[in-house]
């Protein structure tokens, strides 16, 4: 593709070289320039990209793309933009054929409930004779095959490379986590949903948004996008949890149809007789397009939740109740999700990927539910992030469970202890608890009091297999190490 083929759809505000440059790939990473790419300077948090425009040229590098003025080699075509995260990603879209007008795209944003409701929707489009692909955290997907991740939702060139995978391989449905970070720094700009759906808001991620209103406003972007001119003819709606307070800003926001799900508050999709067992949850559901039985496999009120947004995903889009309600009930789990570990142990394990407060309180609610004897909570909270959130954690864990470990999580830079301590302001002093920063050994020390009848909930890291510790990734996985400690404990 030419240089001025893929700036055509970007707000420039000066341009050199020849645009009929021809550009053979495009890179934000100067150590992965190869002759003919054009490389994109974009200012990050740890670096500024106009600080390796020199060695992206000598890379090789046939164009830039700038937002701020600075000599260059004759004979690069350039272009200087007021946002280069914003042309990264409408440049990529361009270059891969801007993929997400050839498929249904699905977006899936909120504080939590983001991975499992994702999962639950790939289910019921496939259920629904779709290929399906799947862009999340625990894993992205295509059709059957497996690969990995490094963020929830990928910067903006990988995520259209991705997309652009999909359609080659003949998916028609991708179903994605957005971020409040992806909607925030661009990386999903041009892509074009069909359908938003709006889990919930709580506190998390402030040491980047700052505020809860910024939090909330990142959010309504993907909303806001829905029905904008562009691709696709299709009917675009978004999905939206009646019963979170910020359900009237969501639907505000939002283009097109837009349909609601709930138990609280009157919505289009209600579900009504709920019960939760350590099992699964059940429930029926009434709504706009019938009423049936569901019993998931998934326990948990929040999981509830994440089946009625599927449900209502899947039945707008003309999907058979039948086929909907089959493949929400064959869902056994997801990675690090209220996930079960069980070695033999006479007590029940769960590690679960709740690191915000209303997560945690979810967890360990839905965890006191099935607890016939002690609850049992071991968690810490990620270092260099929002630090306010530390001491509701600690009142949380301590209110609702019998003994607490104190621990460390993904502390990187920050001192464990330190964390700790900020964790401990919000532990009622009368609380029974423990402080242990060695994540193995606090998980040993609950494990080893744990007894019949007990729950024991690791939480904070799920599906992650590594502990941020400096800048390093140390090997850690929550779920092989609770079966190694307990196969120790049980020999």
């Given at each position: 593709?030419?240089?001025?083929?893929?700036?055509?759809?970007?707000?420039?505000?000066?341009?050199?070289?020849?645009?009929?440059?021809?550009?053979e790939?495009?890179?934000?990473?100067?150590?992965?320039?190869?002759?003919?790419?054009?490389?994109?300077?974009?200012?990050?948090?740890?670096?500024?990209?106009?600080?390796?425009?020199?060695?992206?040229?000598?890379?090789?590098?046939?164009?830039?793309?700038?937002?701020?003025?600075?000599?260059?080699?004759?004979?690069?075509?350039?272009?200087?933009?007021?946002?280069?995260r914003?042309?990264?990603?409408?440049?990529?879209?361009?270059?891969?054929?801007n993929?997400?007008?050839?498929l249904?795209?699905?977006?899936?944003?909120g504080?939590?409930?983001?991975?499992?409701?994702?999962?639950?929707?790939a289910?019921?489009?496939?259920?629904?004779?779709?290929?399906?692909?799947?862009?999340?955290?625990?894993?992205?997907?295509?059709?059957?095959?497996?690969?990995?991740?490094?963020?929830?939702?990928?910067?903006?060139f990988?995520l259209?490379?991705?997309?652009?995978?999909?359609?080659?391989?003949?998916?028609?449905?991708?179903?994605?986590?957005?971020?409040s970070?992806?909607?925030?720094?661009?990386?999903?700009?041009?892509?074009?949903?069909?359908?938003?759906?709006?889990?919930?808001?709580?506190?998390d991620?402030?040491?980047?948004?700052?505020?809860?209103?910024?939090?909330?406003?990142?959010?309504?972007?993907?909303?806001?996008?829905?029905?904008?001119?562009?691709?696709?003819?299709?009917?675009?709606?978004a999905v939206?949890?009646?019963?979170?307070?910020?359900?009237?800003?969501v639907?505000?926001?939002?283009?097109g149809?837009?349909?609601?799900y709930?138990?609280?508050?009157?919505?289009?999709?209600?579900?009504?007789?709920?019960r939760?067992?350590?099992?699964?949850?059940?429930?029926s559901?009434?709504?706009?397009w019938?009423?049936?039985?569901?019993?998931?496999?998934?326990?948990?009120?929040?999981?509830?939740?994440?089946?009625?947004?599927?449900?209502?995903?899947?039945?707008a889009?003309?999907?058979?109740?039948?086929?909907?309600?089959?493949?929400?009930?064959?869902?056994?789990?997801?990675?690090?999700?209220?996930?079960?570990?069980?070695?033999?142990?006479?007590?029940?394990?769960?590690?679960?990927?709740?690191?915000?407060?209303?997560?945690?309180?979810?967890?360990?609610?839905?965890?006191?539910?099935?607890?016939?004897?002690?609850?049992?909570?071991?968690?810490?909270?990620?270092?260099?992030?929002d630090?306010?959130?530390?001491?509701?954690?600690g009142?949380?864990?301590?209110?609702?469970?019998?003994?607490?470990?104190?621990?460390?999580?993904n502390?990187?830079?920050?001192?464990?202890?330190?964390?700790?301590?900020?964790?401990?302001?919000?532990?009622d002093?009368?609380?029974r608890?423990a402080?242990?920063?060695?994540?193995?050994?606090?998980?040993?020390?609950a494990?080893?009091m744990?007894r019949?009848?007990?729950?024991?909930?690791?939480?904070?890291?799920?599906?992650?297999?590594?502990?941020?510790?400096?800048?390093?990734?140390?090997?850690?996985?929550?779920?092989?190490?609770?079966?190694?400690?307990?196969?120790?404990?049980?020999?």
């Amino acid at each position: 593709m030419l240089f001025g083929e893929l700036i055509e759809s970007l707000e420039v505000r000066a341009r050199g070289g020849d645009p009929a440059t021809p550009v053979e790939g495009i890179t934000y990473d100067s150590r992965l320039v190869e002759p003919g790419f054009l490389f994109v300077a974009v200012k990050g948090f740890q670096t500024d990209g106009h600080l390796y425009v020199e060695q992206a040229v000598k890379g090789g590098a046939a164009a830039v793309v700038i937002q701020e003025e600075m000599m260059l080699p004759a004979g690069i075509a350039w272009a200087l933009v007021p946002d280069t995260r914003l042309a990264l990603a409408k440049a990529s879209a361009r270059f891969f054929g801007n993929p997400s007008t050839r498929l249904r795209l699905v977006g899936v944003t909120g504080t939590n409930g983001k991975t499992t409701t994702a999962h639950l929707i790939a289910a019921v489009y496939r259920a629904g004779g779709s290929k399906t692909g799947l862009i999340g955290t625990v894993y992205n997907r295509i059709g059957e095959r497996i690969l990995p991740v490094t963020h929830t939702t990928p910067e903006s060139f990988d995520l259209q490379k991705l997309l652009a995978e999909m359609v080659d391989e003949g998916v028609d449905t991708a179903v994605m986590e957005v971020s409040s970070h992806a909607l925030e720094l661009e990386r999903v700009a041009g892509c074009e949903y069909d359908v938003a759906v709006f889990t919930n808001i709580t506190r998390d991620h402030l040491d980047f948004h700052n505020d809860m209103e910024s939090y909330l406003a990142a959010k309504l972007k993907l909303f806001a996008g829905l029905g904008q001119p562009g691709g696709k003819t299709g009917p675009q709606y978004a999905v939206v949890n009646a019963d979170d307070p910020a359900a009237k800003s969501v639907i505000a926001a939002a283009g097109g149809q837009v349909y609601t799900y709930g138990v609280d508050r009157p919505a289009d999709v209600r579900a009504k007789d709920i019960r939760i067992t350590a099992g699964g949850a059940s429930f029926s559901i009434d709504g706009r397009w019938g009423s049936c039985h569901l019993a998931l496999k998934l326990t948990g009120l929040f999981n509830v939740y994440n089946a009625l947004a599927a449900f209502t995903t899947g039945a707008a889009a003309g999907i058979p109740l039948a086929a909907v309600k089959e493949a929400l009930e064959k869902v056994d789990g997801v990675p690090g999700r209220f996930e079960l570990v069980n070695a033999g142990q006479d007590f029940v394990v769960i590690v679960d990927y709740a690191h915000t407060p209303d997560g945690l309180e979810n967890v360990l609610k839905t965890a006191r539910q099935i607890t016939r004897n002690r609850l049992i909570t071991v968690f810490g909270c990620g270092g260099d992030r929002d630090r306010q959130k530390r001491p509701l954690m600690g009142e949380i864990a301590a209110r609702y469970s019998d003994f607490t470990v104190l621990t460390s999580d993904n502390p990187r830079t920050e001192d464990p202890l330190e964390i700790i301590k900020e964790i401990e302001a919000g532990v009622d002093p009368a609380a029974r608890y423990a402080v242990e920063p060695d994540r193995r050994e606090a998980m040993r020390l609950a494990l080893r009091m744990a007894r019949n009848g007990d729950v024991v909930v690791i939480a904070g890291k799920g599906h992650e297999d590594y502990q941020i510790i400096g800048t390093k990734k140390i090997p850690f996985d929550d779920r092989q190490e609770t079966v190694k400690i307990l196969d120790e404990l049980i020999s």
